[in-house]
């Protein structure tokens, strides 16, 4: 069985270069055969493809993804300093 920091260090490196992906900010976390996504992203579609990428890079192991979708708006106005 391969060692829980290298399966970390596939996973992070596939969502890295997987082009539906290209996210560096993701932590993953190996406990025994549970896969933890942990951070935050704009969308539930990305959120979602996050999950997609990490289970085919480790489908040994069974993805949870506690991966936070935040909310990003335009400005409602111009700031005053």
């Known amino acids: 069985m391969e060692a829980p920091q290298y399966v970390a260090a596939r996973v992070q490196r596939a969502l890295a270069e997987d082009e539906r992906t290209t996210e560096l900010g993701i932590r993953v976390d190996i406990r025994g055969d549970q896969l933890y996504l942990r951070g935050q992203v704009v969308g539930s579609e990305r959120r979602e493809l996050i999950a997609e990428v990490a289970g085919e890079a480790a489908p040994e192991l069974e993805v949870?993804?506690?991966?936070?979708?935040?909310?990003?708006?335009e400005p409602m106005g111009e700031e005053r300093l």
């Open 64 to 73: 949870h993804n506690e991966i936070d979708v935040v909310d990003v708006r």
